[in-house]
């Protein structure tokens, strides 16, 4: 780790419509470090970001680069000045296809002819996408890959580009471990080159596995930049919420659920391209997980259970009762409830207001002719802003304009006000500060123990341990097998893995 | 320029309602009694009262197209759809005059509700189909409406006989040229389909739904929108308005044309949405806006053609006043107008 500055802000200060979003920041890049940017949702880092790579222009504040001052106007403009960047939300061209994604703006063009050289671009970016140990057909349009492969081609674009500063906005909030591992290799390849990397994530074990430095934000202010060695997690999660801050971990007291009647059995459960025919039981009262690798199916057989896509094979019963949906309307009439894992493309719907998202399952559900009164309608968004402290200036801002996280809370207030009887989670806390997901892990346990039953996808194994009580594992699209709460994390990723 | 200004400009109807009045004080300046109401024989007469009384078949189709164009759809075969609404109306009425001991009486080949019923359900018809070709067939809306637009009034022609129906019974006729309190009666029919369909937005969830679905249609579903059906249900309804305006047209003129009733009307009522402030991606529209965008285009034509411009360059000249007009309405090129002036402020 060297000491030389590469970029270097100060006084930042940026308002919207009144609001500091940020105030007075500063920050330093050094040749050849990984810095994390830390702090909860909405305290500042994406727009930190922004500001950095001419996303948005800064109220107050100079930026330098290697001493000289800069002010990027647009990303285009950074990236010409050395600054390669991957934003929080993958913004690529969905229905282009994987390698003109990454080879955008710089194609190999034929020799005289200047047109497009294309088998020379796909062998490019095959390349590229090799290096994160990827092997896919980059010739495919990138919408037909899930959201955690898009992530990763997005990082492939932004390291493929030779740059003196590298920024990752939350760019391992949808990848596995082992994605992780990959991403965590390219970045110690590219610091040992000398590269100046910022890197922004909720998860802690990630900060003090790959990062020498550590600045705090807390909302939008300033609190200080340390070397990871000499501040402990604790100190860490202080500075981030600002108070004494135990992280607990939440914990299921077991509650005996065995005999209780099952609220939802599907058998031999089924789609082509899916999942192959699975049983699954979830009882009253219980939280099941459902856990296993990338692209193993778990998304697939939460979006049969709820309508989304159509099962093809085998049925579905609730309280014994056989169902077929053919829209999530249905599923949702009978008290199911999904959490989906895309927060963009399938969670929020952007230019509504806070108020209009977080009623808007529950509305569906009573139908057109019973509409909530405005009344009812701020009382239920007041009342799920403070249970999830979602951070928004009004109830009445657009969901876009939110952070990242907060929009997640958004979605999950959307199902809690429906009140469902199964609560199915893909992903919940994806992008949920440490805080935050201990508040939220725990008020959902709290439902459970009233008798909500809860399936909960997650990639984390040791919460997955921690929380369920049964443990559904698939692998290649089939269910591999059940294991009861409070196994092992190995017992879980021998059968993730299929090597128990 | 002041906070007040700025906030009032800010407003979805600003621009549009501007618009309308520039249109028709330029009117009143060229042409002194354009602006003047008279009462006679127990009716309100004047060029106010005729735009808005021949706009009224736009603004029914442009009420429909906005709710279509709301949800990221399209519908390019309302003037089709007019046309078929039209001839089915004027061939089941048909009519002719029978003199019987020399009293003359108007026969209809069936009841005249009957008729009005059929061609409105043959409307509902050709919206159902639409909408199901959009939404279960998967098609670009453009494309799906493409093939009512052509075959609709190869349809209309097949029903018509070929032939423009002439309708022989007066009672029809009131309804596209009667007085009721002394105003045409496409004005009520045009208020009272435009406070159904305000009640139906706001005092139930449908105008949340719309939005949702028409900003993201795949989280709408998720969030339990029945977005497919609400679809349909509106390409049903503008095929209904379509169908409205059909029988309008066809009492108005007394006959049905297959082959010209309600020709280029998609155009105009995709530039009657547009003119209100509607986006066409979807998510943002506005049922008022698109009203008095029907009333800009009814006043353009009238414009035209009172200050006798030839029809030859009529086309031309309604093109270069939309231009002007949506440069007008764009708010990025008012705002690349008020930096040139800015900058020339600075200079000086
Ligand atoms: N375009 C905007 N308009 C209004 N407010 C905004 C806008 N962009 C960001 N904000 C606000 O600025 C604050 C900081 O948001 P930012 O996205 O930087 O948070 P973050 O630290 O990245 O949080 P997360 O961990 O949830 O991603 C938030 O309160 C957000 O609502
Ligand atoms: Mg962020």
Same mark, same amino acid.
């Given at each position: 780790m060297s000491d030389t500055a590469i970029l270097q802000a100060s006084g930042i200060g940026k308002r919207y419509a009144g609001v500091a979003a940020l105030h007075d920041v500063q920050l330093t890049l050094r040749a050849g470090e990984v810095h994390a940017l830390m702090g909860q949702n909405g305290a500042g880092k994406s727009t930190l970001i922004k500001v950095l790579t001419g996303v948005v222009a800064p109220d107050d504040g100079t930026i330098a680069l290697v001493g000289e001052p800069i002010a990027p106007r647009s990303p285009a403009d950074a990236q010409r000045l050395g600054i390669s960047t991957v934003y929080q939300e993958v913004n690529l061209c969905p229905n282009l296809s994987v390698a003109e994604n990454i080879c955008a703006g710089r194609f190999a063009r034929r020799r005289w002819t200047r047109t497009i050289h294309w088998s020379r671009v796909h062998e490019e970016a095959a390349a590229i996408m090799r290096r994160l140990d990827l092997d896919i057909d980059v010739t495919r349009s990138l919408s037909s890959y899930p959201v955690a492969i898009q992530q990763m081609v997005a990082i492939a674009r932004a390291v493929s580009v030779s740059a003196r500063v590298l920024i990752l906005d939350e760019p391992t909030s949808s990848l596995d471990e082992d994605e992780v591992r990959q991403l965590f290799a390219v970045m110690r390849t590219l610091r040992e080159q000398g590269m100046a990397i910022l890197f922004v994530t909720h998860f802690l074990d990630q900060v003090y596995a790959i990062c020498d430095r550590i600045t705090v934000l807390r909302n939008g202010g300033f609190v200080g930049e340390y070397r990871t060695s000499e501040l402990p997690q604790a100190a860490l999660i202080s500075a981030m919420v600002g108070r004494e801050f135990a992280l607990t971990g939440t914990d299921r007291q077991a509650v005996p659920t065995g005999e209780a009647a099952p609220l939802l059995t599907a058998q031999g459960l089924g789609r082509r391209g899916g999942v192959w025919p699975t049983d699954l039981q979830i009882r009253r009262g219980e939280v099941l997980g459902l856990g296993g690798l990338l692209g193993s199916g778990r998304t697939e057989l939460a979006r049969l259970l709820f309508g989304l896509d159509p099962a093809d094979a085998g049925v579905i019963a609730i309280d014994g009762d056989e169902r077929r949906w053919r829209a999530p309307a249905e599923a949702i009439a009978h008290g199911i409830a999904l959490c989906p894992e895309e927060r963009k493309t399938e969670g929020i719907v952007a230019e509504l207001s806070v108020r209009e998202n977080i009623v808007l399952a529950l509305q569906a559900r009573l139908g057109l002719r019973r509409y909530l009164s405005r009344a009812q309608q701020n009382e239920i968004a007041q009342r799920f802003v403070e249970l999830l402290g979602i951070k928004t200036a009004s109830i009445e801002t657009p969901v876009g304009l939110l952070s990242g996280g907060n929009q997640q809370k958004v979605v999950l207030a959307r199902w809690l006000v429906t009140e469902p009887r199964l609560l199915m989670l893909d992903e919940p806390t994806r992008g949920i500060d440490i805080a935050a997901k201990q508040e939220i892990m725990s008020e959902i346990l709290k439902l459970a123990r009233q008798g909500m039953a809860v399936l909960f996808i997650s990639a984390e194994i040791d919460e997955l341990v921690r929380v369920c009580d049964r443990i559904a594992v698939m692998r290649e699209r089939r269910k591999a097998g059940e294991l009861v709460g409070g196994s092992s994390e190995h017992a879980v990723l021998d059968l993730i893995a299929g090597t128990a | 320029m002041s906070a007040r200004f700025k906030q009032l400009s800010g407003h979805t109807l600003f621009w549009p309602l501007l618009t309308l009045a520039l249109l028709?004080?330029?009117?009143?300046?060229?042409? /002194? #009694?354009?602006?003047?109401?008279?009462?006679?024989?127990?009716?309100?007469? #004047?060029?106010?009262? !005729?735009?808005?009384? =021949? +706009?009224?078949?736009?603004?029914?189709?442009?009420? #429909?197209?906005?709710? *279509?164009? +709301?949800?990221?759809?399209? !519908?390019?075969? &309302?003037?089709?759809?007019?046309?078929i609404s039209a001839t089915v109306a004027a061939w089941m009425i048909g009519g002719a005059l029978v003199v019987d001991h020399g009293v003359t009486t108007a026969v209809t080949r069936l009841p005249m509700p009957v008729a009005i019923a059929g061609a409105l359900g043959v409307a509902l018809a050709c919206g159902l189909w639409n909408g199901l070709l959009v939404v279960r067939a998967g098609m670009q809306p453009i494309i799906a409406t493409l093939i009512l637009m052509v075959a609709g009034r190869g349809l209309a022609q097949l029903i018509g006989g070929g032939q423009i129906l002439t309708i022989y019974y007066p009672p029809y006729?009131?309804?596209?040229?009667?007085?009721?309190?002394?105003? /045409?009666?496409?004005?009520?029919?045009? +208020?009272?389909?435009?406070?159904?369909?305000? &009640?139906? @937005?706001?005092?139930? %969830? @449908?105008?949340?739904?719309? =939005?949702?679905?028409? *900003?993201?249609? *795949?989280?709408? =579903?998720? %969030?339990?929108?029945?977005? =497919?059906?609400?679809?349909?249900?509106?390409?049903?309804?503008?095929?209904?308005?379509?169908?409205?305006? #059909?029988?309008?047209?066809?009492?108005?003129?007394?006959?049905?044309?297959?082959?010209? %009733?309600?020709? @280029?009307?998609e155009l105009d009522a995709i530039l009657a949405v547009t003119l209100g402030g509607t986006l066409l991606t979807g998510g943002r529209f506005s049922l008022a806006g698109s009203v008095v965008g029907a009333l800009i285009i009814q006043t353009l034509t009238s414009t035209i053609y009172s200050v006798g411009i030839p029809p030859q360059v009529n086309m031309v000249v309604k093109a270069m006043l939309v231009f002007a007009v949506m440069l007008l309405q764009s708010a990025e090129f008012r705002t690349t107008v008020r930096g040139w002036l800015v900058r020339t402020e600075r200079r000086a």
């Open positions: - | 028709l004080v330029a009117n009143g300046i060229f042409n /002194p #009694g354009f602006l003047a109401l008279q009462w006679r024989e127990g009716h309100l007469y #004047g060029n106010l009262i !005729d735009i808005v009384n =021949r +706009a009224a078949p736009l603004i029914l189709v442009s009420i #429909g197209m906005t709710l *279509v164009i +709301a949800v990221r759809g399209l !519908d390019i075969s &309302v003037g089709a759809v007019l046309a006729f009131y309804l596209g040229n009667g007085f009721l309190l002394g105003l /045409p009666f496409t004005l009520f029919v045009v +208020a009272a389909i435009y406070a159904l369909t305000h &009640v139906a @937005l706001n005092r139930t %969830a @449908l105008g949340l739904f719309i =939005r949702a679905i028409g *900003v993201n249609p *795949v989280a709408s =579903r998720v %969030a339990g929108i029945r977005a =497919r059906l609400i679809t349909i249900g509106l390409y049903m309804f503008c095929a209904l308005m379509a169908g409205v305006a #059909g029988l309008i047209v066809s009492s108005n003129v007394k006959s049905a044309d297959a082959n010209n %009733a309600g020709q @280029l009307l």
